[in-house]
């Protein structure tokens, strides 16, 4: 079974611009839930979506945005960049029931500059 | 979720059992133990997880004290491709959602 695939792998953009990432989850998986990972925050929570609805938020200001669709496949966006936004973007998916695991796909790193 | 704490590092002689500890002293009773590691450049590797009983997988053994207050992940017999930071996450289980809370991890590092 194919794992979770995040694209694109690397990105540079320029402060101001806006940026899109995507997800797509292991099949069968209807939970995708996103991470952001710096140096000095380590892994932090961004957003969870379920059924194309986003469940559960983090503390990340407006800027930061999210959508699910009916194929389960998830997209963040991020607007107005700034240099802070430099950071790995992880997406995970799970089942949502019981204590199904997630699992990570390996990222998407975004260099703001 | 209940905080976790783990030794920031440590190290294991390669072929060697690689035991990593775990404090969860504040956990309730429906949230299970997770463990994760992530090798540099990659995205997190789900380990085990359990909730009161040990669980044995083909990775790891995770071990969970009779009060839950604490656990231990055991890697059995080491190698280099095992180096990377493993991560004790506590969670509640059912439809509450993924919010995991990320702590710093231990960075195991295994020495030939």
């Known amino acids: 079974k194919a794992g979770v695939t995040q694209t694109p792998r690397y990105l540079i953009k320029t402060r101001g611009q806006q940026v899109t990432l995507s997800c797509s989850p292991i099949?069968?998986?209807?939970?995708v839930s996103w991470y952001q990972q710096t140096p000095g925050q380590g892994l932090q929570f961004l957003f969870e979506?379920?059924?194309?609805?986003?469940?559960n938020k983090g503390n990340f200001p407006g800027r930061f945005s999210g959508r699910q669709f009916s194929n389960s496949r998830s997209e963040m966006n991020v607007s107005t960049l700034e240099l802070g936004d430099s950071a790995l973007y992880l997406c995970?998916?799970?089942?949502?029931?019981?204590?199904?695991?997630?699992?990570f796909g390996n990222g998407t790193r975004l260099t703001v500059t | 979720d209940a905080k976790t704490t783990q030794p920031p590092s440590m190290d294991c002689a390669e072929g060697r059992a690689a035991n990593l500890p775990c404090n969860h002293s504040?956990?309730?009773?429906?949230?299970?133990v997770y463990w994760y590691r992530q090798i540099h450049s990659q995205g997190p590797q789900y380990i085990i997880h359990?909730?009161?009983n040990n669980e044995t997988n083909e990775m790891a053994s995770l071990i969970i004290t009779e009060d839950r207050k604490s656990s231990t992940l055991i890697l059995p017999h080491a190698t280099l491709r095992d180096t990377a930071v493993y991560y004790c996450?506590?969670?509640?289980?059912?439809?509450?959602?993924?919010?995991?809370?990320f702590g710093g991890g231990t960075r195991l590092m295994v020495k030939p």
């Open positions: 995970a998916s799970s089942l949502w029931q019981g204590d199904s695991p997630l699992h």
């Open positions: 099949s069968g998986h209807r939970s």
């Open positions: 979506y379920f059924s194309e609805t986003q469940r």
């Open positions: 504040t956990i309730s009773g429906n949230e299970y």
């Open positions: 359990g909730l009161k």
């Open positions: 996450i506590v969670r509640v289980s059912g439809n509450a959602g993924n919010m995991l809370t």
